[in-house]
């Protein structure tokens, strides 16, 4: 089969979909999608294999989001399971290279508050932090790496 130049444009655009987002906004509200009710691909949580790790963080983070651990829960949910009620997405601010986005939900009745810190990547917005008011998600991976 001969690849004409439409056909390597749209092979090109497929390589360069694999890491990132087009704004910060869904790239959070797709972590949260893999948090559904629904096919094992999106009720499992966010998986750890090198291909989501791409697509989701930056290279800083995405290294350690991939890496074997022994965590004692998920980080982006604060618990072992979970039953999420509607997801609140917010911008809390802009600054420099970095948006601040605010994620709030209900765990299993338990209110979560997460701010991710995203930057945009030559591919499009991953994030680079996740903080709680107690923790961040780079120092959480760092403290149960193997």
Do not use: C
Not at 104 to 127: C, H, L, S, Y
């Amino acid at each position: 089969m001969r690849l004409t130049l439409p056909m390597l444009a749209w092979l090109a655009g497929i390589a360069t979909a694999s890491a990132g987002f087009s704004s910060p906004e869904s790239l959070v509200r797709n972590v949260y999608a893999h948090y559904g009710q629904g096919t094992p691909e999106f009720s499992a949580g966010l998986q750890r294999d090198q291909g989501t790790a791409r697509q989701f963080f930056d290279p800083s983070l995405a290294k350690a989001w991939s890496a074997p651990q022994h965590e004692p829960y998920d980080f982006l949910v604060q618990s072992l399971n979970w039953k999420l009620g509607p997801v609140a997405i917010a911008i809390l601010r802009r600054q420099f290279d970095r948006t601040y986005v605010s994620a709030a939900f209900d765990n299993r009745g338990r209110r979560i508050t997460m701010n991710f810190i995203v930057v945009k990547g030559p591919d499009g917005w991953v994030i680079w932090d996740v903080e709680t008011p107690h923790d961040s998600l780079r120092s959480f991976l760092e403290q149960f790496r193997n």
